[in-house]
């Protein structure tokens, strides 16, 4: 059966292990924040889609197409996809359906990883914390358990649950933040998609 010193020592080991593995996730978090960042930078640019809303509502079919092949936005990809399907109404939905869910994939790529993240880390920092608080409870019960060797074992405790905390908000803060600009250029994709079907495939069928 192992003595209690032999506790303490294995508790020891496995608060420092918590660390280390937080250490590890949030190097990871921030890799993925960086990457995404430079993504987001390439496709999420300033695509001045109300200068492509002008060109719509003005009917300005070449204006519109010089638009989308001078952009590397999301926005002027899907509409270089809605120009090059058939110019159907059905045909046209289903190309950028396609598209988009094709690129809100690529985009979304370590996303869940940052949900997930922010979600569990807080708990891992926690667990390390519940073991720090019992390592030095079990150094008070022995008799030689220095007052020092205590107050290190509760300032480990808490470092854990400052490490779980500053694991989870950037990943939190990352994956909302990136989420929402995801969402706002496929409606905003949308939007300009179907303000092209009412000003030349819905006009042109009448």
Known sequence: MATPSL?????GWATKA?????????IWSISILIDRRRRFANVMGKPDAQRAKELLRAGDRPGILKWAEGNDSLQASSIREVLQAPQ???AIAYAQKAYLADRRSDLSRG????????????????FGTV???IQS???LATSNGAMNQVIA??????????????VAIPATIGYNVYTQKIRAA?????SLRDLYLSRFVFKDSR
Request: proline share 3%.
């Open 131 to 133: 073991l720090g608080i």
């Open 7 to 11: 506790w303490i020592t294995l508790i």
């Open 137 to 139: 409870f079990a150094a």
């Open 111 to 126: 996303l869940p990883v940052l949900a997930t993240l922010g979600s569990n880390a807080p708990f891992i920092g926690l």
């Open 186 to 190: 496929v409606n905003e994709s949308e």
């Open 18 to 26: 918590v660390l280390i593995l937080l250490a590890g996730l949030s």
């Open 153 to 166: 074992s509760l300032a480990e405790a808490l470092t854990a649950t400052a490490a779980g905390l500053f």
């Open 88 to 90: 159907s109404a059905d």
